[in-house]
Nanobody
Framework: QVQLVESGGGLVQAGGSLRLSCAAS????????MGWFRQAPGKEREFVAS????????YYADSVKGRFTISRDNAKNTVYLQMNSLKPEDTAVYSC???????????????WGQGTQVTVSS
């Protein structure tokens, strides 16, 4: 079992920045590929970014590429999502997830946090 707890969400103006954190407890954090997903009201959950076990490889949705950066600190059992140049369309509940295999689909992930709300005002 892995327990995931997100933090760092909030209200920000367009063009601003936020950094989300996801703290993990339970089994070995470094054994998991970590991902961030988001779900806007009335929309399906979508992939945002993922990072390999060592942190050497990252993947991004086209919609956030160049603006968001995913990173992890295995010593602190934490994964981060730095979000810059935020847009109103980035408004969503952001959730972190852990996977033994990685991927861009939510079915690839085994454990989920409860989510944190990000609201970007225009």
């Amino acid at each position: 079992q892995v327990q995931l707890v997100e933090s760092g969400g909030g209200l920000v103006q367009a063009g601003g920045s936020l950094r989300l954190s996801c703290a993990a407890s339970g089994r070995t954090f470094s054994s998991y590929v970590m991902g961030w997903f988001r779900q806007a009201p009335g929309k399906e959950r979508e992939f945002v970014a993922s990072i390999s076990r060592s942190g050497s490889r990252t993947y991004y949705a086209d919609s956030v590429k160049g603006r968001f950066t995913i990173s992890r600190d295995n010593a602190k059992n934490t994964v981060y999502l730095q979000m810059n140049s935020l847009k109103p369309e980035d408004t969503a509940v952001y959730s972190c997830a852990a996977s033994m295999v990685g991927g861009t689909h939510q079915d690839d992930y085994d454990y989920w946090g409860q989510g944190t709300q990000v609201t970007v005002s225009s």
